[in-house]
């Protein structure tokens, strides 16, 4: 019911002169079949068709629904002018009558010819009757305010998409008041699950299948609402639309920091659990009390959104065996536990940041957070550092546990973007043990306070990559080490920066070394000590790259332990005026110095004569010592072709002596030394 010819319209023939006393026909569009209008809204009184225009060429009133064909005529039935289609005024609105010319978008609304009403499913919807063509249109039903009870108000508005909206809040409760509608596919809109904006809003439709199953399983109303009437579900329920993201808020969870949520998202765990590739379930922004025991499955995603955290209540356990998606932002908090079972294979890596770690803490807190993801992390996982300095007091590597520490990079100064964790206790990490072999410790700057250890390893296989330990008396103490790889290191520190002593029955042996820089940053300190209590407990070491370059030792090797190392490219360029570098004293013996490399000022002392120097430069600019030999303690010849020694006892006097592979000769005469 609509007006097809807007009010005080005027008609005109081609000479721009008015109509007077002409008519307008109206047929059904597209043919030559008179169809009615109307002089009253109602549509209960017809025009006379043709319709005569008045002596201006206006025509009266007329009203009419879907679409025509209008053709114009002088007083003497001569035609001017002919429209087609010419649709009513509501056609475009909500509800008007369809017809087969008039191409409808998606959302669309109509009225068929049966009286009831439809929307367009599809966009492009033109020709197809919505009362026989059940696939490009949906029926729609209205819900009378009979069925609606006094807590929702009865005013009812109905958008583009068919959704149903109530103009007061209508939550969980006030849907399960509703009386069940006669047709399936009525949706509804709610506001919120307890009350308006709580996050428990969104679209239900009607299903007036037996649901009890379903209903049965889903205890807190998330997702299937069964009607007060029937609230066991067999006579249909309300069904949220949703996809295979389930959002706690949907069953109750406040996210009040105060509220215990452990129910909603239990319930929100187990819908997600039992769909058919599983899902995620969604944590909004909020503070989640948890006080009892919780779990998510593995087959859902735990996933936090900006702002969203947990908190677990004392001597509670709350345990993920599924993979984590969060932002970086704290996600675990309160006194109780965190796990991720004994081996979930979902979770790559662990932020640091998830467990409350940051630049931004006391070392007491990052202490704490530290203790927690430690107790969480399964062995064999990765805990990823972010950028800044991490204060914490010290940390001894967890028993039996083998972990990689992975930062964003090592800071070369305290400036520089990267990742570093300072200490304040006697080690910063400590007791890498032998049970946690093949850790891994990369991208990460480790400072010591002063008279303290950076990093203190006692271990089996442990790998260091990019890695600076700095700061206090010693950089890296390395006492008790077998099968270690080390790429890129940097260690320095008063005493010394690489201090490799064992005592008692530990060694260091077989280990690879590759890239490793010391130094004292010290008048008095060391770069490098090797040496160990008894024989054989620094033997078979491979070094690659070893810088020692110093202002007073660069590397010594004393005491008796080093033997069958090999050196290549041991490097100590522009060694000041007393600077030393000790290759073996008289103790130590076996081991290969591969092209090394010193310059400067300094002094180089070369030790047992079973050690070998293969190829290199060596500047001394004060002294190269060779502790002395007697005639009665010469090594073989054979042994050491090539080799340089000073025999303090010679028949000629104290001289030095060249071993050609028979004999050893004097270099002055060639004469064989007696």
């Keep these: 019911m609509a007006r097809m010819i807007p009010a005080f319209t005027q008609f005109f023939d081609d000479n721009g002169d008015p109509l007077i006393s002409g008519f307008l026909q109206f047929y059904q569009s597209g043919t030559t079949t008179d169809k009615d209008t109307f002089s009253d809204i109602n549509e209960t009184i017809p025009n006379a068709n043709p319709v005569p225009l008045d002596g ?42 369809w017809d087969a010319v008039t191409i409808y978008s998606e959302g669309k609304l109509v009225t068929g010819s049966d009286l009831k009403r439809y929307s367009s499913i599809f966009s492009s919807n033109q020709g197809s009757d ?54 399936d596919n009525v949706n509804i809109h709610v506001f919120g699950y307890s009350a308006e904006g709580d996050g428990g809003n969104g679209i239900f439709k009607w299903d007036a299948s037996n649901l009890s199953t379903e209903v049965t399983s889903d205890t807190l109303n998330g997702i299937y609402v069964p009607p007060n009437a029937d609230n066991t579900g067999a006579s249909g329920a309300w069904v949220r639309e949703h996809s295979s993201i389930i959002n706690v808020r949907w069953f109750g969870a406040t996210g009040d920091g105060a509220t215990d949520d452990s129910a909603a998202i239990t319930a929100a765990n187990t819908y997600a659990a039992a769909l058919t590739n599983g899902g995620e379930v969604l944590f909004p922004s909020g503070v989640y009390k948890v006080s009892v025991n919780t779990s998510i499955s593995s087959n859902v995603a735990a996933s936090f959104s900006q702002g969203a955290k947990l908190s677990v209540d004392i001597a509670k356990t709350f345990t993920i065996n599924g993979p984590i998606i969060s932002p970086l932002q704290q996600i675990f908090s309160g006194v109780g536990s965190i796990s991720v079972g004994t081996q979930n294979e979902y979770i790559p890596e662990y932020h640091v940041s998830w467990f409350g770690l940051s630049p931004s803490n006391s070392d007491a807190v990052n202490d704490a957070a530290l203790a927690t993801l430690i107790a969480c992390i399964p062995s064999g996982n990765t805990i990823q550092w972010g950028s800044g300095v991490y204060q914490i007091s010290t940390h001894a590597w967890p028993y039996n546990k083998v972990l990689t520490w992975r930062g964003v990079s090592p800071m070369d100064t305290d400036t520089t ?44 296989g442990t790998i260091l990559s990019n890695v600076l330990a700095y700061g206090g008396a ?101 060694m000041t005026g007393g600077s030393e570098v000790l290759l073996n004293d008289s103790n130590t013996s076996n081991s290969i110095f591969i092209n090394p490399h010193f310059t400067g000022a300094g002094s180089i002392t070369y030790g047992n004569t079973s050690s070998k120097l293969a190829g290199g430069d060596i500047q001394v600019g004060s002294r190269l010592f060779l502790p002395p030999v007697t005639v009665a303690t010469l090594p073989a010849a054979v042994d050491n072709e090539g080799s340089v020694v000073y025999v303090s006892d010679e028949a000629g006097g104290s001289t030095l002596a060249l071993s050609n592979g028979t004999d050893w000769r004097r270099v002055q005469d060639r004469v064989i030394v007696t």
């Design 130 to 183: 919505p009362v026989t063509s059940p696939a490009e249109w949906k029926p729609i039903t209205f819900i009378s305010t009979g069925i609606v009870d006094n807590s929702v108000a009865a005013a009812i508005t109905i958008d583009a998409n068919s959704n149903i909206h109530f103009a007061s809040t209508l939550t969980i409760t006030a849907l399960k008041a509703m009386t069940a509608p006669l047709y």
């Design 417 to 460: 973007p990267g990742t570093e964790i300072s200490g304040s206790g006697a080690d910063v990490i400590s007791n890498i043990e032998v049970t946690t072999r093949y850790s891994v410790i990369e991208n990460i700057k480790i400072k010591a306070a002063a008279g303290n250890t950076a990093l203190n390893l006692q271990n089996l």
């Design 56 to 97: 201006a060429g206006r025509c009266p009133n007329v009203f009419g629904s879907g679409a025509y064909k209008i053709i114009s005529y002088d007083a003497s039935m001569v035609q001017y002018q002919s429209f087609d289609p010419v649709i009513s005024d509501s056609v475009g609105g909500a509800f008007a009558s």
């Design 474 to 574: 010693y950089g890296i103490k390395a006492p008790n080490s077998v099968g270690v790889e080390w790429h890129n290191v940097t260690a320095y520190g008063t005493t010394a920066g690489l201090y490799i002593v064992t005592s008692g029955s530990n060694v260091f042996n077989l280990n690879t070394l590759i890239n490793v820089a010391t130094s004292s940053r010290n008048a008095t300190g060391t770069a490098t000590v090797l040496g160990g209590a008894v024989a054989g407990s620094i033997v078979g070491n491979n070094f690659i790259g070893l810088d020692v370059e110093t202002s007073n030792v660069g590397l010594n090797m004393n005491a008796n332990a080093p033997e069958f190392n090999t050196f290549h490219n041991l490097w100590g360029e522009n």
